[in-house]
């Protein structure tokens, strides 16, 4: 009876206030706004983690959609390999998710070299994968890759620099708890990052890839939708530290707009909702601790809206 008296009040200071009666609807009813038929996998990027000394990589973005009833899962591969490598680590894991939620597939979400992870696994087992949904991926190349494959093949400077990004990867590793001490492979990940690299990836797995420089793919390829989005914006807010290294990547475009990693024509797959938010690379994971653009949708609410979209076509 409590409870009941506590709506009633609510429900007509809503009324008072001048609130429609289809915005009270959504006010005091539960939501299930983002409620899939099938789970959202998320898989990170290159040096990526699930969480981090208690930060979560993708901040806010699962605890937002699980509220209007998606089931979340929250994937690690390995921070630094090759895109096959990466897919087949996270193909077991998406067996496993199988399996445990009893549902037959999983809707595929993934950031950067998250993007060409995720279309590794519905190329090889479309059968177990619902939608992909790529996110600031570098389906082409990255100019930044570009930039730093220019250092010579098999050279001191080489191995000076896979060594410490190795070293970082699996710094990564370890503070993020990873259950299992994945390869770290800096020299797989360049050659699978850059141009000519991403070209020979699209050759074996061309499912969603636009055919045309700066195109869509396919929509709809053996029963898997394909999604994209991006920003084009390395610069979106004062506070955040970040912003200054990805202003500084940026310019290894020219005058290509990006996100400061990865460009905004290599970005596209599939069915492109967006390919120019006021973001950048960090942002699209709503990092660093959620501060993106005050003038740009919230990356939270983009995700939120993609889960809708994929419930609204019975995924």
């Known amino acids: 009876m409590r409870n009941k008296t506590r709506l009633s009040l609510a ?10 009666t289809q915005a009270q609807a959504f006010l005091f009813s539960s939501s299930n706004y983002t409620k899939t038929q099938y789970p959202i996998v998320l898989t990170h990027g290159m040096l990526g983690f699930d969480s981090l000394l208690g930060v979560d990589y993708w901040y806010g973005i699962p605890s937002a959609l699980r509220k209007d009833g998606a089931t979340v899962y929250v994937t690690e591969v390995s921070q630094l390999d090759t895109s096959e490598a990466r897919g087949e680590q996270l193909l077991t894991q998406v067996e496993e998710i199988v399996a445990i939620s009893g549902k037959p597939k999983v809707n595929l979400f993934g950031h950067s070299h998250g993007g060409p ?16 949904t790529s996110i600031g991926a570098p389906h082409k190349g ?19 620099l896979a060594g410490i990004v190795n070293g970082l990867g699996a710094l990564i590793n370890f503070l993020s708890g990873s259950s299992s001490d994945t390869p770290q492979n800096s020299l797989g990940t360049l050659e699978s990052l850059n ?31 394909y999604y994209s989005w991006s920003g084009t914006s390395p ?7 970040s912003d200054l290294l990805l202003g500084a990547t940026s310019l290894t475009f020219g005058f290509e707009a990006n996100d400061g990693l ?36 919230s990356p939270v609410s983009v995700y939120r809206q993609q889960a809708n979209r994929l419930k609204n076509v019975g995924l």
């Open 11 to 20: 429900l007509g200071l809503a009324t008072t206030l001048g609130i429609s």
């Open 117 to 132: 992870t995720i279309r590794y696994v519905a190329a090889v087992r479309p059968d177990l994968v619902a939608s992909v």
């Open 142 to 160: 990255s100019a930044a890759a570009d930039f730093i494959r220019q250092v010579p093949e098999d050279s001191a400077s080489e191995a000076i």
């Open 195 to 225: 141009s000519e690299g991403a070209a020979r990836f699209n050759a074996r797995f061309p499912q969603g890839v636009p055919t045309s420089a700066c195109g869509e793919g396919d929509y709809v390829v053996n029963g898997v939708r």
């Open 235 to 241: 610069l979106t807010n004062i506070l955040d530290p």
């Open 262 to 297: 990865v460009g905004r024509c290599s970005s596209r797959l599939g069915m492109v909702i967006r390919d120019n938010y006021r973001m950048n690379h960090l942002d699209e994971v709503n990092q660093t601790f959620g501060l993106t653009s005050i003038f740009e949708t």
